[in-house]
């Protein structure tokens, strides 16, 4: 089972990070993926890690102001997010997998497996 937490009411421009953890198996045997979904819109990809750590993958939306990490030790996978905007206003789930075709999957929903329930963030202008 997967929890994301860490969403939170913030200014255009601020930075914000938010937390991915399992409970049961440790998050070390998962890729993660981040999706969010604003009001009105589909499920997108926003943000991937293997879960060695090693690959990263990121939206062109995100990319540059996104970053994905591990952190083991903690049983979490991060993702800060800088220079924040209001189109980046949405719920963002974290989702692991364990699939051998990761590299091919990375961003498709339908690869992942398991679920957080998902945390707001909410960008001003």
């Known amino acids: 089972q997967l929890q994301a937490s860490g969403g939170g009411l913030v200014q255009a421009g601020s930075s914000l990070r938010v937390s991915c953890t399992t409970s049961g198996r440790a998050i070390s045997n998962y890729h993660i993926g981040w999706f969010r979904q604003a009001p009105g819109k589909e499920r997108e990809f926003v943000a991937a890690t293997r879960r060695s750590g090693d690959v990263k993958y990121y939206a062109e939306s995100v990319k540059g102001r996104f970053t994905i990490s591990r952190l083991h030790a903690k049983n979490t996978v991060y993702l800060q997010m800088n220079s924040l905007r209001p189109e980046d206003t949405a719920v963002y789930y974290c989702?692991?997998?364990?699939?051998?075709?990761?590299?091919?999957?990375?961003?498709?929903?339908?690869?992942?497996?398991?679920w957080g329930k998902g945390t707001q963030v909410t960008v001003s202008s």
């Open positions: 989702a692991a997998t364990v699939t051998a075709s990761y590299s091919s999957y990375y961003d498709n929903a339908g690869a992942y497996v398991a």
